[in-house]
C-alpha cells in the first residue's frame, strides 16, 4: 500500500515499512526503513536543524547535504559523500541541483523495458518523484515499487534529456539508500571459478565498502546481492542485472550508513542524445529482523514474480560432462541414457562437443552445425533413441562466444569483440562475440531458435564461460556503453528465442556460478551452481548462494566417486545428500558404477521425488551447530521438514551430537526418521577382514568384485519429539569409534552425512 500525505510517501508491506518526503528545499529525503510500524506525523523521524557541524558546508540556514538522509544525491553542493547521479555536458560541467517537481501515485507500473522485470500483479503499486536539475535540462524519475505481499521494495531510475544537446550520464545508481545509524555487518557472497558465494562478513565502522563486477557479468567475484546486518536489524538487497555491478556501503561521520547499489559507474558511462531516456535496472530493497527473514523475503520474491514457472516438474538432470568431458559419440550418450532411465533420471542433456570439430575447447564456438564424427547417424537420430527411452533431451550451447578456429568467425572476423587487427585477449581459448552488433543478436538468435526448433529439445544449458576483455564495439560512439550496451543485447536475445518457446527449459551457467543472479534468473529456471561439485566444497558454495537465491534456483549434481576438481573421495550418500538441496542431477560416468551403486542411484533418486515439493518450495535456513566440523541445513514446508546434518573431518571421539530442527509448532509431535543409506565396501579397509566369515583379502579381486554387489546399511535413527523440543536439540545416535559395532552406529567416517525426514504425527499434541 502506498499513501501520499502532505509531503511524505508512505510505502507499507505486509510486514515492513519504507517512507520518505519531501523537505523545503525540494529534496527528498529518507525517514525510515524497517518493520511495519502504523502510519504517523514522521516529525520524530526528523533532524531538528538548530546547530550546525562544524566543516558544514550550507545550502540554507543550518542545512547541509552532507548530513541529510536523502532519497538521491549530487555532488557540488555540499554532499562529500559517493553519489548517485553525476551528469555532464561535452564541457565537463558537472555541477548538478536537483529538486523534486511532482510525486504521485502511477496508474500502471513502468518498469525498465531494456532489462527483465519481474512479474506484476494487482496489489503492486508504484510511485514516481520528478526531479529537475537547475543547470542541465533533465528530467529524472525516481521509481518506487511496492511488493506487499512479498515485502519488497524495487528502485530504478529514468533519466530524460530535455534538452537540445547530448548529455553524458557518468553514473546513475539504482538505488540509494541512507540510513540514520550505523555499526552494520556486511554480508557478502565472493569467490572465483570453482569457490564461489564464499560468504564474508565485514563489520564498516568508517569509509567504503565497495563490492562490484568489472568483468562483463555479475561474475563469481562478486555476487551483487548484499545483506546489512545488526543485531535487531537487517536490510537485503541485489539488482536485476547481470552486468557490472556496484554496491557501496560508506559510513559518515555523522553517524549514517549510505548504501548505492547499480551498474558499475568505473566501466559506464552513456550519451543521451536529446528527447532520448535511459532507465537504470531495477534494485531490490527488503528488511527483517534477523538475517533468515532477509533470506526468506528474498526467497519469496524471486520464486513468486522472477523465475519463469517451470514448463514441467523440475527433471531430475543426466549431464554427461564430468564423466566424458569432450571424449563421447553416439554410442556412450545412449548407454548412459538407459542407465539414466533406469535409474529414474528425467532429462539428458548433451555437454559442450556435439557441434562443429569440437573435440577441445580451442574450436568451432559459433558454429552450430552437428560434429558428424561423434554422431555419424546425425545428433537428431541420437535424440530420438534418447527420446525413445522416455526422457526429455536437452543441448548445450554457448551463443555469446566465438572461437578462432571456427567457420563463424573465418565468415565474420568483424563479429569479434576488440579493435580489429590489435591482439585481443582470449579465455579459455575463446573471443567475445559483439553483441552490440545487430548482426551478431539476429544470428544467435537465429541458430539457437532453430535448433530448438529442430531437434525439438526440451531444454537449453546456456553456458558462457569467460570474463569479458577488449571492450570495444566498431558500432558504438562511446565505448563506455559497451558492457551496458551488451546487457541489453542479451535481455532482447533471450527474450526474442525462449518468449515464443516457454516450453524449452532453461538452465543458466557460466563457468558455474559467474552469472548467477536475478538477471538471468528472469528468463532460466535454475542455474548451474558451479563447477566444483564436490560435496564438502559444496557446503560452502550452495549456503552462500542460497542465502540470496532459493534452493529451487540452484542445479546441483552428483558427480564422481573422486572429485575431479578437489581428488577428493566422498560416500555417494554424501554427494547425494549435498546436491538434494536444490534442483538434481547426475554428472558421472554411469557406466564406471557398480551395481549398488546404482541402485543406491536409484533409491536416491525414489526418495528425492517424494520430498521434491518440500526441497524446491520450502523455506530453507541453515541452523547453527556447536562443532565447527558439522553443517546443518533445514527446509521446511507446512507439515514437514527434511534436515541434512553433514561431517567434515572426522575424529577419534567425537563430543556427543544434537540435532536441532527451528521454527516447527511448538506443541506438535513430530517423527524424526534417518534417510538409509547405503555405504560401499571399500569405505572400511581393513575392517572388513574381521567382519567377513572367511579369509579374505580387505584390497583383493574377490573383495573388490564383491563390492560390486555388497553394502553396508548406515546406522538407521527414528524418534518422535515436540516442535519445543527439536528447537532446542535431540540426541543423536552414536559415531563409530571403532571400538564395536551396533546397527544403529552412524558409520560416517570422513565427510559422512545423514538426512533426516521430520514429519508431524496427525492427532497428537
Ligand atoms: C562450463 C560448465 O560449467 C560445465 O558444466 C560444462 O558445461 C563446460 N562449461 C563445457 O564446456
Avoid at 99 to 117: C, E, Q, S, W
Avoid at 386 to 413: A, F, N, T
Avoid at 492 to 519: A, P, Q, T, W, Y
Amino acid at each position: 500500500m502506498i499513501e501520499i500525505k502532505d509531503k511524505t510517501v508512505y510505502c507499507q508491506t505486509q510486514n515492513t515499512s519504507y517512507w520518505f518526503g519531501i523537505n523545503d528545499y525540494q529534496h527528498p529525503v529518507h525517514y525510515y526503513f524497517g518493520p511495519k510500524i502504523p502510519l504517523q506525523d514522521v516529525a520524530p523521524l526528523q533532524r531538528d536543524h538548530v546547530v550546525a557541524y562544524g566543516s558544514s558546508v550550507e545550502l540554507g540556514y543550518l542545512y547541509s547535504l552532507d548530513q541529510e538522509a536523502l532519497e538521491i544525491s549530487f555532488s557540488g553542493k555540499g554532499d562529500f559523500r559517493e553519489v548517485a547521479y553525476e551528469i555532464s555536458d561535452l564541457k565537463q560541467d558537472a555541477l548538478s541541483h536537483l529538486r523534486v517537481t511532482k510525486v504521485f501515485l502511477n496508474d500502471h507500473i513502468d518498469f525498465p523495458k531494456a532489462f527483465f522485470y519481474p512479474r506484476i500483479t494487482d496489489s503492486v503499486q508504484q510511485v514516481v518523484v520528478q526531479l529537475v536539475d537547475d543547470y542541465h535540462p533533465i528530467r529524472l524519475e525516481l521509481f518506487y515499487t511496492v511488493y506487499e505481499e512479498e515485502d519488497v521494495i524495487l528502485r530504478h531510475q529514468r533519466i530524460i534529456n530535455e534538452g537540445a544537446d547530448i548529455v553524458l550520464i557518468n553514473r546513475l545508481m539504482s538505488l540509494q539508500l541512507d540510513l540514520n545509524e550505523q555499526g552494520f555487518e556486511v554480508i557478502t557472497a565472493n569467490g572465483t571459478w570453482g569457490r564461489e558465494a564464499q560468504l564474508t562478513k565485514d563489520r564498516i565502522n568508517s569509509g567504503t565498502l565497495i563490492h562490484q563486477s568489472r568483468t562483463g557479468a555479475s561474475s563469481n567475484l562478486s555476487n551483487p546481492g548484499l545483506i546489512l546486518k545488526k543485531p535487531q536489524i537487517c536490510y537485503g538487497f541485489n539488482l536485476i542485472y547481470s552486468g557490472n555491478h556496484y554496491n557501496s556501503v560508506s559510513v559518515n561521520y555523522d553517524g549514517s550508513t549510505r548504501v548505492l547499489s547499480g551498474i558499475n559507474p568505473q566501466t559506464f558511462s552513456w550519451n543521451l542524445k536529446p528527447q532520448e531516456s535511459f532507465e537504470t535496472p531495477l534494485a531490490i530493497c527488503t528488511t527483517g529482523h534477523t538475517e533468515a527473514q532477509v533470506s526468506n523475503h528474498f526467497h519469496q520474491f524471486i520464486k513468486n514474480r522472477i523465475v519463469p514457472t517451470a514448463p514441467f516438474p523440475k527433471p531430475i538432470t543426466y549431464n554427461h560432462w564430468e564423466g566424458t568431458f569432450f571424449d563421447y559419440n553416439h554410442k556412450k550418450l545412449i548407454s548412459f541414457a538407459k542407465k539414466a532411465k533406469e535409474c529414474g533420471m528425467d532429462l539428458f542433456v548433451i555437454d559442450d562437443g556435439w557441434f562443429g570439430k569440437r573435440d577441445q575447447d580451442n574450436c568451432s564456438l559459433g558454429d552450430y552445425f552437428e560434429n558428424t564424427n561423434k554422431f555419424p547417424q546425425g545428433l537428431k537420430n541420437t535424440i530420438q533413441q534418447i527420446r525413445d527411452l522416455g526422457l526429455k533431451v536437452g543441448l548445450w550451447v554457448e551463443p555469446e562466444m566465438i572461437s578462432e578456429d571456427s567457420e563463424c568467425y573465418r565468415q565474420h572476423p568483424h563479429w569479434v569483440v576488440g579493435k580489429p587487427n590489435h591482439l585481443r585477449a582470449k579465455g579459455r581459448n575463446q573471443w567475445i562475440l559483439d553483441l552490440c552488433q545487430t548482426e551478431v543478436q539476429d544470428y544467435i538468435v537465429d541458430h539457437v531458435g532453430r535448433l530448438i526448433d529442430e531437434y525439438q529439445v526440451d531444454y537449453i544449458k546456456w553456458d558462457m564461460n569467460r570474463h569479458h576483455s577488449d571492450q570495444f564495439s566498431c558500432v558504438l560512439e562511446n565505448q563506455k556503453e559497451f558492457d551496458v550496451r551488451f546487457q541489453m543485447a542479451l535481455v532482447s536475445i533471450l527474450r526474442r528465442i525462449f518468449i515464443e518457446r516457454k516450453h524449452v527449459f532453461l538452465e543458466m551457467c557460466s563457468s558455474g556460478g559467474n552469472r548467477f543472479d536475478l538477471g538471468m534468473l528472469s528468463v532460466a529456471q535454475q542455474i548451474w551452481t558451479s563447477d566444483n561439485t564436490d560435496a564438502m566444497d559444496r557446503l560452502k558454495i550452495q549456503e552462500g548462494t542460497a542465502l540470496f537465491y532459493p534452493l529451487s534456483v540452484l542445479s546441483n549434481h552428483v558427480s564422481g566417486k573422486i572429485n575431479t576438481q578437489t581428488l577428493r573421495k566422498t560416500s555417494l550418500s554424501t554427494r547425494f545428500n549435498v546436491a538434494c538441496f536444490g534442483a538434481l542431477g547426475y554428472e558421472l560416468d554411469l557406466n564406471l558404477c557398480s551395481k549398488v551403486e546404482l541402485d543406491e542411484i536409484k533409491e536416491q533418486i525414489e526418495f528425492y521425488k517424494k520430498v521434491q515439493e518440500l526441497i524446491l518450495k520450502g523455506d530453507f535456513m541453515v541452523t547453527e551447530t556447536d562443532n565447527p566440523n558439522r553443517v546443518c541445513w533445514q527446509v521446511k514446508n507446512g507439515k514437514q521438514a527434511l534436515v541434512g546434518y553433514f561431517g567434515k573431518m572426522n575424529s577419534g571421539l567425537q563430543p556427543r551430537e544434537k540435532l536441532r530442527v527451528l521454527d516447527l509448532e511448538s506443541q506438535t509431535m513430530y517423527s524424526i526418521e534417518s534417510k538409509p543409506q547405503r555405504l560401499m565396501l571399500d569405505q572400511f579397509g581393513e575392517l572388513l577382514k574381521h567382519v567377513a566369515k572367511f579369509p579374505i583379502h580387505p584390497y583383493g579381486s574377490i573383495m573388490n568384485l564383491l563390492s560390486h554387489y555388497k553394502t553396508i546399511q548406515d546406522g538407521v535413527f527414528k524418534t518422535s519429539a515436540s516442535g519445543a523440543l527439536l528447537a532446542q536439540g535431540i540426541v543423536l545416535n552414536d559415531l563409530y569409534l571403532g571400538t564395536g559395532y551396533h546397527e544403529s552406529i552412524r558409520l560416517w567416517g570422513d565427510f559422512g552425512s545423514t538426512l533426516y525426514v521430520v514429519k508431524e504425527i496427525e492427532n497428537e499434541t
